[in-house]
């Protein structure tokens, strides 16, 4: 068991470029959430899988935003024509039950 | 909808004295977990404790313990023989038991432990 990983840690692009993080969740996990935090912010939802099916999105996911999880393992966050205030730390996190495990994060700056 | 709330964005405290960071929440759930999360500077979030809603007895880890009120909607921490290790921002975190894992966070304590 090596955790929840992330990748990239840190991205950095340009307004108006689609960008796209991907998580690994604890093997086994069926659960997977993707939070953004802001800075001198607490973590706020933004979406949540079970296995493969994506079952709740926050109102904070825009249409540029999307999510997925093929097969019910990784998952990748995609947020299209980026704006400077997507610039935030995403997390994600995985669940077999009440606890979640948080990953490292991806943080993203949008120039 | 569920809130949570941190009033002290900042504290600090000399090592091997004793802390306690505050968590206000407001819910109309019988039903719930409240937690509290460690996130030390650039480094990822872990558990520190966690409480279920319905047990009256608080919970305890080691050096955390809380102080749980349910009427009061009050989750306080308290840290006792603070170490230099537990520098970090602090979030109180609250969750419906059929949203397994996926919690409302407060904005963060940051918690500084003084040599």
């Known amino acids: 068991d090596t955790g929840v990983s992330q990748d990239p840690r840190h991205k950095i692009t340009k307004r108006g470029q689609n960008v796209t993080f991907r998580c690994d969740p604890i093997?086994?996990?069926?659960?997977l959430y993707w939070y953004r935090q802001t800075l001198g912010q607490g973590p706020e939802f933004l979406t949540y899988?079970?296995?493969?099916?994506?079952?709740?999105k926050s109102r904070l996911l825009s249409d540029r935003f999307s999510a997925e999880r093929p097969k019910g393992s990784f998952s990748t966050l995609e947020i299209q024509r980026t704006e400077q205030g997507d610039s935030a730390m995403y997390l994600c996190?995985?669940?077999?039950?009440?606890?979640?495990?948080f990953g490292p994060g991806t943080r993203l700056t949008v120039t | 909808a569920q809130t949570v709330t941190q009033s002290q964005p900042e504290m600090s405290v000399q090592e091997a004295e004793t802390v306690t960071l505050s968590c206000t929440y407001d819910?109309?759930?019988?039903?719930?977990?409240l937690f509290w999360y460690k996130q030390p500077p650039s480094r990822q979030m872990i558990l520190v404790i966690r409480?279920?809603?319905?047990?009256?007895q608080n919970a305890t880890e080691n050096r955390f313990s809380v102080n749980f009120q349910k009427a009061a909607k009050s989750f306080s921490l308290k840290i006792s023989d603070s170490q230099l290790g537990d520098t970090a921002m602090y979030f109180c975190?609250?969750?419906?038991?059929?949203?397994?894992?996926?919690?409302?966070f407060g904005d963060g304590t940051t918690l500084t432990v003084k040599p």
């Open positions: 996190a995985s669940s077999a039950s009440v606890q979640a495990y």
């Open positions: 093997s086994e996990h069926n659960r």
């Open positions: 899988f079970q296995n493969e099916a994506q079952l709740e």
């Open positions: 819910t109309s759930e019988s039903n719930y977990y």
């Open positions: 409480q279920e809603a319905y047990k009256q």
């Open positions: 975190a609250f969750m419906k038991p059929l949203n397994a894992g996926k919690s409302t």
